[in-house]
Nanobody, 127 residues
Framework: QVQLVESGGGLVQDGDSLRLSCAAS????????MGWFRQAPGKEREFVSS????????YYAESLKGRFTISRDNAKNTVYLQMNSLKPEDTAVYYC????????????????????WGQGTQVTVSS
């Protein structure tokens, strides 16, 4: 099992920056991908970004490229999401996810996927 704990959410103004953290514990040696999703009220959970544990390859939702940056600290088993130029439409609960599968789609879960979720952290961007 892998446990994920997010932190760093909060209330910010339009245009501000925020950095989220996700600390992994447990069977961290089994992690292949880690990443972030978000869910706004009344909307489906959507992919934000991911990072491959072995070589730090990163992926981003097309609409967020250039504003969000994912990174990791192996020594701390922690993944970060730096969010710049935040907009009110970025308001959502942000969830950290991890999977032991090499298939990136398993980060979201699904058949034959081992994936894990954090409890979520609220990000609110006021206009």
């Amino acid at each position: 099992q892998v446990q994920l704990v997010e932190s760093g959410g909060g209330l910010v103004q339009d245009g501000d920056s925020l950095r989220l953290s996700c600390a992994a514990s447990g069977r961290t040696f089994s992690i292949y991908h880690m990443g972030w999703f978000r869910q706004a009220p009344g909307k489906e959970r959507e992919f934000v970004s991911s990072i491959k544990w072995s070589d730090s390859s990163t992926y981003y939702a097309e609409s967020l490229k250039g504003r969000f940056t994912i990174s990791r600290d192996n020594a701390k088993n922690t993944v970060y999401l730096q969010m710049n130029s935040l907009k009110p439409e970025d308001t959502a609960v942000y969830y950290c996810a991890a999977t032991s599968s090499y298939r990136l789609q398993c980060l979201r879960g699904g058949p034959n996927c081992n994936n894990y979720w954090g409890q979520g952290t609220q990000v609110t961007v006021s206009s």
